[in-house]
């Protein structure tokens, strides 16, 4: 659906929705045939699959792996291939930087650069992140010309690098060739009007480098990701109501306060995430809850991991629905089989639950249930209007 | 998916994908209340079907049936909308003549005239392919004024002519009514840039008719799907591979060669296109293998020959499965069903076989298991995209 449709239709109620993002959820089948999912003990999505929808979701498009911002943003009912956030973006929100209009942001790696300049190691052995913070604090003596510099820590070695000055561009390719035994690339620009942006950034790159160079394993950076702020129009105005985002890790945090979401925060695992909903139960209508530990065990190439991981989940599961929710949505942003160790294109389970749901034959939430569910085959990006539609919050359209 | 964004996410990798398009392949139930591909013998692609993933796919929209060049351009992944290739320009291509940017090509029928000029045969009793050559030797002595033509005979009663001048215009009207009793409807304009070009057909119509007046059978030219030289990104730079096209029929080696495939010539029945395959597995990464009998079969409703046909693709299947592709797809370009003897728009299996398919609760490659299949009912185009995933050959979508 449109946002213009979506404006014009939406409508308050007194209805909360939740929305649960099991982060990588969709798998394929393991040594036993069956998928992650499936082999988990889900007593609890099992019951709800039953008394609701299953359906399956198509991220992005056919054969398209999403990244984490692409994927949430379709969850949240944008299309991502219009609303494309950079990376450079996302990690800044993510840590609470909030990106002015003059900025772009890339996403850093200290790195390990052996002889001859070749990457011998892109993430510096996952250098600690208050070893990344002293480094950090040392590249901010870096000064360009006319332009104000920002350096952050993130995580391990990751880092935010934000460049400030009237008419920087994002039209320059990332310098991190993505392999080991590789040179870092020469910043360039994609377009002219990357050009003074890419005689920028060499300019810090190579001061960057000569500061570091005795230093050990993080004697070089990486920058990929250039993105300036980007213009998505508010979620809590689209959909007229008070939308809070609860997730443990900043970048999804990241994804939901650029549209606008409220970050709820405190919480370090999921039962924390759980507490802080609860806390926060009357003062919001859409709660957006993020679950990472499918995704990382998956990404880990671990299937018994990934397996409990949701098993975890569910476990979890009655602390939500005790707040009696009006729609429950429990889905992921995109699949990653433990087999594969990465996000896929594969589609992605899919269960509503609330009210008006025209139950199908399902007794368990499963790739095999979801593909023969109620709900179909759908775009990620229509979960929010029938999620809505449930809560009452969705006008009928003409007369 | 847009091409600028496979062109973005496309990648090179070390993996072979067959795309073999068994053309017509769709059909409806017969006799016994299955359909050809249900009652056919199909081991090989039960097998292949029980590892795989099925599905169906809509080739150009819901009701649509489409012709052979928008099915073939859709499983190509383009958009058979956009892309819409003229049937003189695919005529052309496949008998080897290559349009130019100042050409305009028309599919050409000798016909029978009766008393009054009325058609009696559009196919002037299927005349063979060399009587044709003759006919189209004497039909390039007719002269249009500042125009250079060309009569290229194609197969049995069908030739190709082809105006050449700056200026001409496709727009003008096919003068084949498609009826037989009826007379050859006279050239004329559909939009203001095709009158001269009408102008030209009506003299070049009237000269052949005179030249022809005392021929038997044929005595009459029926010319349609006017169109000039079609603009089509080139598949190979689109999806970074070597693609190579496999074909006994020049009309699927000239869509395939539109597209920029390398058509692999010298086959004469499947077995050969096997064995072509086999010859040239080295020096391309994606094969076009168009396997034509179940369309034949359908086209003349005869079911039993449509099953056979099945049933001998899957016999020469081993050949393929033999050299071990990576990613192997097996659907048709539409359905043919032998109770209607015509193409149709009903939705086409389609069978996926990789690493990383989900596999769906499929035993037999049938209308009825695609129907409940893993990839769902997709656009054809969207084949391609998908079939590119599962070979490692697109990249993540964002960050």
């Known amino acids: 659906m449109d946002l213009d449709l979506i404006r014009r ?10 929305l649960c993002v099991l ?25 709800l699959a039953e008394a609701g929808s299953l359906g399956r979701t198509i991220p992005v498009g056919e054969g398209i792996a999403p990244g984490s911002g692409p994927g949430h943003m379709a969850l949240f009912g944008y299309d991502p291939l219009v609303f ?22 890339a996403r850093g790696n200290l790195c390990t650069l052996g002889p ?27 000064t360009l010309p006319g332009v104000e510099t920002f350096v952050e820590p993130v995580q391990d070695q990751r880092f935010l690098l934000v460049l400030r000055s009237a008419g920087l561009s994002d039209q320059l390719c990332e310098t991190d060739p993505q392999h080991e035994g590789m040179a870092p690339i020469v910043a360039s620009a994609t377009a002219p009007a990357g050009e ?26 990486l920058l990929r990701g250039w ?18 985002a609860i997730t443990a890790y900043p970048m999804y945090r990241g994804v939901a306060e650029l549209c606008g979401m409220t970050p709820l925060l405190g919480a370090h695992d999921f039962a924390e995430e759980v507490a802080l909903l609860r806390e926060h139960w009357d003062a919001y209508d859409f709660f957006f809850v993020h679950y990472k530990y499918a995704d990382s065990a998956g990404e880990d190439g671990d299937f018994r991991r ?51 749901v025209r139950p199908d034959a399902a007794n368990q939430f499963s790739e095999a249930f979801c593909r023969a569910g109620e709900l179909g085959t759908i775009l990620a990006k229509e979960i929010m209007p029938i999620a809505m539609a449930h809560a ?6 003409g007369a």
């Open 116 to 142: 001859g300049g070749l990457i011998t190691d892109r993430r510096a052995g996952r250098l600690a992140t208050e070893r990344t913070a002293e480094v950090c604090a040392r590249l901010r003596a870096i």
């Open 9 to 18: 239709l939406s409508q308050p109620a007194a209805t909360k929705v939740v």
């Open 306 to 356: 990934k397996q409990q991981a949701i098993a975890a989940f569910d476990d979890l599961l009655p602390g939500i629905l005790d707040l009696k929710p009006n729609v429950l949505v429990v889905t992921g942003d995109h699949s990653t089989p433990a087999t594969m160790a990465s996000h896929s294109w594969h589609h992605v389970p899919l269960l509503m639950w609330g009210d008006h």
């Open 196 to 221: 003074r942006t890419a005689v920028l950034v060499r300019q810090w790159v190579t001061a960057a480098e000569a500061m570091l160079a005795h230093d050990t394993p993080a004697n070089g950076v």
């Open 23 to 47: 982060d990588g959820l969709g798998g394929l089948p393991g040594p036993r045939g069956r998928t992650e999912l499936e082999e988990a003990n889900t007593r609890n999505l099992d019951r």
């Open 227 to 244: 993105s300036g702020r980007p213009t998505i129009p508010p979620f809590p105005e689209l959909w007229k109501l008070r939308a809070a």
């Open 392 to 397: 009452g919050r969705l006008a009928r359209y």
């Open 84 to 105: 494309d956030i950079g990376r450079g973006a996302l990690e800044g929100t993510g840590i609470g930087f909030k990106l002015g209009p003059d900025d772009i942001a």
